[in-house]
């Protein structure tokens, strides 16, 4: 039984993540020198961080979710158990971000309609900011989605792999993404969001501590 949705409902939602698939990209290969551990494996609330951040996608209707890891792979990957969650290993993740989003990239299926890429270490972002880009590229004709909280840029994007892919892949990697995500003014919409979170990753101790206690008070509204 169907519950909430009627059975065409359903199938066109399915047919939409078919034909013009939308992937989770979640970079978290770094290092974290400033944190002074392996801050994906920290714990945020009954999870850890990445297991937050990952949680959060797979319940955003996407066609799949692909993390990167890197440092200490091994020990974040068995940190999830036996969840079906894909992976892969960006070998060359000493070399910046821009590496791990060419190595996930790379694991993408060809079909991938566009993706969007979240941060390892933003647990706070919550579903409706996820939900709120995938629906405006929907909705829109634009290439690139951004969520904004107060006029100021943050995390998860998303960019139409159809457009932009061998861009991408054809950078030199010195500015990160930022030739695609700063070059196309006409092709980008910004989402504002009702969430500062979407401005915050864990650096340090300090972000860490702090991201827990605001994750604390939430809980107990």
Not at 24 to 53: D, E, I
Not at 149 to 177: C, K, M, N, T
Request: one cysteine or more; aromatic letters at 6%; hydrophobic letters at 45%.
């Amino acid at each position: 039984m169907l519950s909430g949705l009627s059975s065409c409902r359903v199938v066109g939602i399915l047919l939409g993540i078919m034909n013009n698939p939308i992937y989770g990209l979640v970079l978290a290969a770094g290092m974290a020198r400033r944190m002074g551990s392996t801050k994906q494996l920290l714990p945020f609330g009954n999870w850890t961080v990445l297991q937050t951040v990952v949680g959060t996608l797979l319940r955003a209707d996407l066609a799949g979710v692909l993390v990167v890891l890197g440092h200490d792979a091994e020990a974040v990957r068995e940190s999830f158990g036996e969840q079906d969650i894909t992976f892969c290993v960006n070998e060359a993740y000493r070399e910046g971000m821009f590496s791990s989003v060419l190595c996930g990239l790379a694991h993408l299926p060809q079909n991938a309609d566009a993706v969007l890429l979240a941060l390892g270490d933003q647990p706070q972002i919550d579903l409706p900011v996820a939900q709120a880009v995938i629906a405006a590229y929907q909705k829109s004709d634009k290439g690139i989605v951004i969520p904004t909280w107060d006029g100021q840029r943050g995390h998860p994007v998303l960019v139409s792999l159809a457009r932009y892919r061998a861009e991408i892949f054809a950078l030199s990697g010195e500015q990160g993404l930022k030739p695609v995500m700063r070059g196309y003014p006409e092709d980008t919409l910004e989402v504002p969001v009702d969430d500062e979170g979407i401005l915050r990753d864990l650096d340090t101790p300090e972000d860490y501590r702090a991201e827990v206690e605001r994750q604390k008070a939430k809980v107990k509204r």
